[in-house]
């Protein structure tokens, strides 16, 4: 009877462990594994092996897409500061104008419209770039001559898409709130009294910063970083995944940007779960 009990639950174990592995969570995880590994497995890798990659990928990622978030940003900020200028004032909270600004642009809007534009343009190019390498066979050749490609091609990816995540969500926070106030003033003054945004700059700045906690902080960095992690991630494993067709470039690549925006929601909720809501509640100051 023992026996038997026992023999069901490491065949439980096993089962749950076989479908971790051939599950989404499970094959990122895995490769995560690997990143982390890969400076510290077989010949060192130094800073000029990796840098160049880690640099063009940067680049790619924050630089090349500075415009488009800057005007994304503006547009977005201003219609979200004119709907809640308009709403609060009617429901007599006018005062909590810049928690619900700091609420809504820096720990929501920032990170997952950033995170939407990395997956759509870093994602689909970096899944691409290495399943053409896989497809070509220059994965093969790299691993016949010694060289791993999970240090030499993934991590400078992962760490140059996480880093450039960080800084574009900075800069979409900065745009949504400094942008968008000039475009929703540049809107009431087109349409005056229409909008009910009469404060100035300094005032809406002092109560921004009043609503900033130490948490808001950790929040702008972190959710970015689990963003450009999972992005990276996702993209290398579709890249390596595939096979020797040319016709399985274009699905590994729609595979990833998929992958990437699912993932990107779940992760918002469990940070909304682990940080928003007990905040909100009043379990977490």
Not at 135 to 156: C, K, N, Q, T
Not at 229 to 245: K, P, R
Request: with cysteine; charged share 10%.
């Amino acid at each position: 009877m023992t026996l038997g009990i026992g023999k069901g639950i490491v065949g439980a174990i096993t089962w749950i462990g076989e479908l971790w592995e051939t599950s989404l969570p499970g094959r990122a995880g895995r490769l995560l594994v690997q990143v982390v590994a890969s400076p510290f497995a077989g010949r060192p890798a130094t800073a000029r092996q990796i840098g160049e990659i880690f640099l063009q990928q940067t680049y790619y990622t924050a630089v090349e897409a500075v415009p488009i978030i800057v005007i994304l940003a503006t547009l977005i900020g201003g219609v979200t500061l004119i709907e809640f200028a308009t709403v609060l004032p009617r429901v007599g909270n006018s005062d909590f104008l810049g928690d619900v600004m700091v609420l809504a642009v820096l720990r929501e809007l920032a990170p997952l419209f950033t995170a939407f534009i990395v997956a759509g343009r870093t994602g689909s190019a970096l899944a691409t770039f290495i399943g053409n390498m896989k497809v070509h066979g220059e994965i093969d050749a790299m691993e016949s001559m010694g060289i791993d490609p999970v240090r030499f091609l993934v991590l400078p990816a992962v760490l140059g898409c996480t880093v450039g995540m960080v800084c574009l969500s900075l800069l979409f926070t900065a745009s949504a709130l400094l942008g968008g106030f000039l475009v929703a003033h540049l809107l009431a003054h087109l349409f005056p009294g229409s909008l009910g945004l009469d404060m100035e700059l300094p005032l809406y700045l002092e109560k921004i910063s009043g609503a900033l906690r130490l948490m808001d902080g950790a929040i702008m960095v972190l959710k970015p970083a689990a963003f450009g992690l999972a992005i990276a991630l996702l993209a290398c494993m579709n890249g390596l995944s595939l096979g020797i067709s040319s016709h399985e470039v274009p699905q590994g690549t729609r595979a990833a940007v998929v992958q990437s925006f699912v993932s990107v929601v779940a992760m918002d909720g469990i940070f909304a779960a682990i940080f928003v809501i007990p905040q909100l509640t009043g379990v977490m100051p």
